[in-house]
């Protein structure tokens, strides 16, 4: 089946006129920051060092790279005094769009009678495909990971009663604002999809625009 192209209109890709922007970057300074995220998480000074450009510069390299969906965010764990660091991982610009082309497919063919539970059963499909390779990880640690990688920006704010982020990004953000009850359905179900491999009948909630510019995801522990 062939995506209606209102949803193909709506997959945020990287045209021929983006991919040369992209490139003309090459040795510029937001190609240093992206090479030095390339291999994994890094913190604002730690892209600093391993730049070797002044702190404000790297900020301002950051700010546009997230703007531009290159680069997802999220808070580390608390501890000792102050607000934690922010972690800056690249985004894939087309892995993630494939796995979630898959996931509408999944959610519209066939014809349902009940498309959002349709669309949770595709959301939990395309969670178990995405779960992370990291054994000493518990659920919250792979959800939090899958999220990022996929360009969400998960942001932690509670960790009791209930896992909670706020999610700062949406790659189908102009498909969802009047379709939650299939798109938000379908990440609900990816996240519970996730959580559920290292933690067996653990629970997802997705409240969809709870903020004026993010979403609130929760995840309950088995009781």
Do not use: K
């Not at 391993?50 to 764990?77: I, K, P, Y």
């Not at 608390?78 to 690249?90: D, K, L, M, Q, T």
């Not at 495909?129 to 054994?135: I, K, S």
């Not at 009791?160 to 379908?186: D, H, K």
């Amino acid at each position: 089946m062939v995506l209606p192209p209102y949803w193909c209109s709506n997959l945020v890709t990287l045209d021929p006129v983006e991919n040369a922007s992209f490139q003309s970057d090459r040795g510029s300074g937001r190609h240093r920051v992206l090479d030095a995220v390339a291999s994994g998480a890094q913190t604002t000074a730690e892209i600093v060092t391993a730049t070797g450009l002044h702190e404000n510069t790297v900020r301002g390299h950051l700010g546009t790279l997230l703007a531009d969906g290159r680069l997802a965010r999220s808070r580390e764990n608390p501890s000792g005094r102050g607000r934690p660091a922010w972690r800056w991982i690249a985004v894939g610009l087309s892995d993630p769009y494939v796995e979630l082309s898959l996931a509408l497919i999944d959610a519209m063919s066939p014809p349902d009678d009940d498309p959002v539970a349709a669309a949770r059963a595709a959301g939990l499909r395309w969670g178990e495909r995405l779960v992370a390779d990291d054994e000493n990880a518990d659920a919250w640690e792979h959800v939090l990971t899958v999220m990022t990688t996929q360009g969400f920006a998960p942001e932690v704010v509670a960790h009791e009663p209930e896992r909670t982020a706020l999610l700062w990004r949406c790659p189908l953000l102009a498909a969802a604002r009047g379709n939650e009850s299939v798109v938000c359905t379908i990440h609900e179900g990816m996240v519970e999809g996730v959580a559920q491999q290292w933690e067996p009948g653990a629970r997802a909630e997705l409240e969809p625009f709870s903020q004026p510019h993010a979403c609130t995801v929760r995840v309950r522990a088995v009781t």
